[in-house]
């Protein structure tokens, strides 16, 4: 079900971004994983927790991003939240870096909307979209 009704065009992409990236995943991406169910879900609480209207989502291989960016693809410079998820768990990587090179915070965790995780995305949300 879409949730793109918003009059903000930038809310409104990111929406679009989340439920692209959405599909690719239950469609294509974790069909060979059995912690899929846990990774939709996941990715269902971001965004009753509105992250979705607050950050562009999507992904790199299997992994699962999220950014401040307006425009799809990601300079080195821009911060970004990373989900490499695996097994039962994801690690979870910050990049916050001005200059791209520093190395990246990670926690692993369950696959859930943690307080450490909720910290590191509200960071992001806390930068200006690019």
Known sequence: MSQTNTGDPVE????????RTEELFRDWLLD????????LQ???QLRRAGYDRKLRA?????????????RH???????????????N?????FRNDAMGQGKPE????GISVSAPVQALLDRLVSREID
């Open 12 to 19: 409104r992409d990111f929406v679009q971004c989340w439920e």
């Open 73 to 87: 693809g990601l300079r080195p410079d821009q911060p970004r939240v990373v989900f490499f998820f695996h097994d």
């Open 89 to 93: 768990v994801m690690d979870v990587f």
């Open 32 to 39: 060979r994983a059995p912690w899929k169910g846990k990774v």
């Open 58 to 70: 999507g992904q790199i291989l299997d992994m699962f991003v999220v950014s401040r960016s307006r």
């Open 106 to 109: 990670v926690c692993s965790t």
């Open 42 to 44: 996941f990715m269902a």
